[in-house]
Nanobody, 127 residues
Framework: QVQLVESGGGLVQTGGSLKLPCSSSRRSLGSYCIAWFRQAPGKEREGVAGISDVGKIYYRDSVKGRFTISRDNAQNTGYLQMNDLRPEDTGVYYC?????????????????????WGAGTLVTVSS
């Protein structure tokens, strides 16, 4: 069983930054797509960014130029660096892995492709 653990969420002002790590102590993440999703109150979970096992990267348009996804296979950890945060970025952020490569539509990671989820970490951006 894969156990993913996210951290790094919190309250930040508009324009601020946060970095979210995602790690697993039970399974090597190096062979899989690592993706980040978020869910705002009352809205569906949506894909934010993904990085394949060979480093191919995907972003939804609204975060391009502000968010950076990366991975450190030696540390068995994925990261989401979020800069220039906006109130509309508020939500619970989930780390996920897709065992069969990044499942995307128009470059956006899809919930349907996720095999394992983390518990999520709350990001709140105040205006």
């Amino acid at each position: 069983q894969v156990q993913l653990v996210e951290s790094g969420g919190g309250l930040v002002q508009t324009g601020g930054s946060l970095k979210l790590p995602c790690s697993s102590s039970r399974r090597s993440l190096g062979s899989y797509c690592i993706a980040w999703f978020r869910q705002a109150p009352g809205k569906e979970r949506e894909g934010v960014a993904g990085i394949s096992d060979v480093g191919k990267i995907y972003y939804r348009d609204s975060v391009k130029g502000r968010f950076t996804i990366s991975r450190d296979n030696a540390q068995n950890t994925g990261y989401l660096q979020m800069n220039d945060l906006r109130p509309e970025d508020t939500g619970v952020y989930y780390c996920a892995i897709d065992l069969w490569g990044c499942t995307t539509v128009d470059g956006i990671p899809q919930v349907s492709g996720v095999d394992h989820w983390g518990a999520g970490t709350l990001v709140t951006v105040s205006s």
